[in-house]
């Protein structure tokens, strides 16, 4: 049996030191309960060490987390003894309180970031940016030495030196594998025993006792079939017929003599192809938690329990209790093939409204510092460079309003090529407790958190809004219900009121999401799913497209008309909910902003070759996965219903477009035309050739109110084509000139063709 220890991690440092100087010899980043500073505030910290024989005064030294300010911040007035250590906060305060406790005007992101020693003249040292766990401090041992390391026990003030703490070892990480195989298990002190379960559970000292390598077959399979506990109410429950094959969840603990734990808690999920576990290409996500969270009548997040209410089950139940109260600890594991992308302790919610009370319940995860790191660092998600994320959210195939299952992730893929945010998400496979929960969703959650993340910006500098009554998630909704006042109170028709919105909004984004929504037929919205955000530091409004749950279904529904109804229905329209839009589309320079942003998005993004092509990449991925949704939940109810369910959504797109055309004409009187539409009726105000007669050149003359291509072809009296060419027609006026052309005298005709009609002018060529 192979066991691997993983005890030290040596990392390379850049450190250029440059004669004796103070160097920065300890740090940490993701200090949880560790040290604490005068006003009782648990901080991240930087160790100074004086490796020199004389006392040095600090007051020309400068900190700094920023290559392009290395002397972002100074240090007071404050010498350090010969072979002494000085700890500072690094807590952004940037002050220094009684016996010199100082801290930095900065924090240090656990996620890693340069930090740089200075003094007047030079560059004394330079970390590079390196990822530190919970409590972990990155310093070098011995002091002052090039030998850089992590330590999993810090020494603040004190020389660095390496203490071991317990932990388990995996012989072999989780993940999928071809064939069973032996996991071993190993811990750092011999005088402790490792017990595990394989339950879901979390381990005890009346557990599993480890003794010699696990066998990884059947018989390692958690026997709880919690797929058969009752989690919705009757009339939605769905038990299985089928028998899943199960992964294999091995959560092991070293304890002492007595039955004390004297270690973390580790999980590791295998998922094994001999035991006919195939996912394909998806990714599998592995969500593990104590039965009691979530199936106990009294504690579980997941049943009806003792919050339901059989007489009214929509909003009663123990899944639709809300805040931190209702979150329950849980690790979660992420795994592309044999890579794990994440494997960490985090708290488990239910999410969603009726997604809440179905079986394939929607699920949001938090990284917290109580559970263990306060960010989950990977990347998830492929088309992103981001790789921090504080929590996310699983939404379940079944969530979707038809037996497509996806179109909330396709609407998210539409609005990633778009002005506006678009979500980051991708399908994955879910197993609770090693048992198989179908097909999610995995995407990033629009909170403070996504905001500070993405768009770096403080998050205690962000008001998020979640609807047209200003309700703040985030902040607080003062300058929202401002910017509305405004908007009930002042006529944008007049271009002064439409300035001071127009610095209130980022219009090219808010254009972007409007036309989104209206294309992709999004019925719940625009009083549901409403969300935008602002920077407080004069930073604009912009929206945030989510749930696209009750999309793409009817491309004949007039969704322009839905968006400026100004009717009291509570839902999914009203005039409360549409007076931002009625009242742009009121100024002349805002609809010509948008006729013009949706022509070009009729051509690209929106456009049936694109949009087609994003929806097979989509059904190509998820069928191979659609047999087992089937058997495990019933959503769909066949593979034959989901196939109809994607040509349904595929026609849709091929109609959209040109549906769209004539619904804005219904609701604004105004024509849009658009290259493959049939328009009947529409034609050229008015085509001129002139000089005509000519001698060797001439124009082609139009006025326009529509853009599209405009092909010219001059042919002689046979038919023959002598001259081709291809322009695009502009907004007004528009001139198509052909000089010295060198045509014998005779008679031609000038053909133009455009949105498939073709209107011909006879040239005279004189000599």
Known sequence: MKICFFILLFIVSIINLLGQDIVINEF?????????????????????FNPTEETINLSSYFLSDNLEKPHKWSFPDIEIAPDSFLVIFASGKDTVY????IHTNFSIKDYGEDLLLSNSSKVVQRIEPVILRQNQSYGFLPDESNQAMIFDVATPGSKNELILIEK?????????YEDNFEVGLSNVFTENEIRYTIDGSTPNKNSLLYSDALFLDEEMCSKTDIYK???????????????FPKAIVIRAAAFDSTGIIQSK????????RNMEIDHADLPIISITADYDDLFDDSTGIFVPGIFYDENDINGTGNYYQRSIEWERKSNVEMYKGNDCVFNECTGLRTHGWTIRRIPQKG???YARSGYGNSHIIAKIFEDSKLMIFDNLVLRPFSSASTEFGALDYMFLKIASKLNCIGLKTRPVCLYLNGEYWGIYFLLERPDDNFIENNFDVDKDNVDIIEDWFGSAISGDGEAFLQLYDFLLNKDLTDNNNYSYVFNQINISSVIDYYLLEIFSENYDWPDNNMRCWRDKNEGKWEWIPLDGDVCFKNADYNSFNHSVNISNDDWPTNAGSTLLFRSLMSNEIFFANF???????????????????????????????????????????SYDNWMSSVYNVDNFLALRNCNMTQHFYDVFGYEILLQDCDYIGIDINDLVIYPNPTQKSFCVYTKTDFLCPFKICISDVSGKIIIERTEFLQFGDNH?????LGLDAGIYFVNCCFLEKNISKKLVVIR
Not at 98 to 101: G, L, Q, R, T, V
Not at 229 to 243: F, G, N, R, T, V
Not at 614 to 624: C, E, F, G, S, T
Not at 736 to 740: E, G, K, L, P, S
């Open 168 to 176: 388990v070892f995996f012989s072999e990480t989780g993940g999928v």
């Open 28 to 48: 940490m980043s993701s200090s949880y309960n560790f040290l604490f500073d005068h006003d009782g505030d648990n901080s991240d910290w930087i160790e100074i």
């Open 595 to 637: 006729v013009q942003r949706f022509k070009v998005l009729a051509q690209n993004q929106f456009n049936y070759i694109y949009t087609s092509e994003v929806l097979h990449a989509i059904a190509d991925k998820l069928q191979p996965e659609i047999h087992a949704q089937v058997d495990r939940f019933n959503i769909p109810t």
């Open 363 to 365: 699920m949001r995860f």
């Open 229 to 243: 506990i009752q989690i919705s109410p009757a009339d939605l429950q769905y038990i299985p017929e089928k028998i």
């Open 98 to 101: 009684p016996e010199n406790e």
């Open 265 to 272: 808690i580790f999980t590791n999920s295998y998922f094994i």
């Open 736 to 740: 198509f000139c052909f000089n010295d």
